[in-house]
């Protein structure tokens, strides 16, 4: 999996949103669902709403989809309860970020953008042409040019540069990590 690791504050990840609406693409919530069909945000008020629901996006575009994003469901209390597969349909760009934290803390946890070598198609493995790549690159290149590289720990992360400016002034501070010292 090509992943990117990140620290993005609320400010950031909504720039980072409306950078891909200007970009053509489409926002996924990964949540359950009452049936079988999946919101489709491409507006940043839809993306406010729904990101006090889940923490998970898939991020398509009609450049390197191939399929429609697959469901599966499971019963709980009598109830269907629908969810998007990882990894079936789409193919997609998964996009975490978490923000309850820095909501009701004050804190900002890590998130990742990421994309897998391969997918799949009603349990049929394909692999996605180079679309999908070249749509990743650009997200991470926006990234990129707003945010400074940090190890921690073994891994790389970028942390935004407005974060590192809040982080600085005192008014958000980062979550608890070995290795975490900016």
Not at 136 to 157: H, P, Q
Request: charged share 25%; aromatic share 20%.
């Amino acid at each position: 999996m090509a992943e990117m690791n990140f620290f993005l504050n609320l400010n950031e990840r909504e720039d980072f949103v409306k950078f891909c609406f200007d970009n053509a693409f489409t926002i996924i919530p990964d949540m359950q669902y009452e049936d079988n069909s999946y919101y489709v945000i491409k507006i940043l008020g839809h993306y406010r709403k729904y990101m006090n629901e889940c923490v998970r996006f898939f991020i398509i575009s009609e450049k390197y989809k191939a399929y429609s994003l697959e469901m599966d469901n499971y019963e709980k209390d009598n109830k269907r309860i629908y969810y998007i597969m990882q990894r079936y349909g789409g193919p997609s760009i998964d996009f975490y970020t978490p923000f309850f934290a820095e909501r009701n803390y004050n804190k900002i946890g890590p998130g990742s953008i990421g994309i897998y070598p391969f997918y799949y198609h009603y349990n049929e493995k394909f692999i996605p042409d180079s679309e999908l790549k070249n749509a990743y690159n650009l997200l991470i290149s926006y990234i990129r040019k707003k945010s400074k590289k940090v190890k921690i720990g073994k891994k790389n992360y970028w942390i935004g540069i407005n974060t590192l400016e809040s982080v600085a002034e005192g008014t958000l501070e980062f979550v608890e990590m070995d290795g975490l010292d900016v």
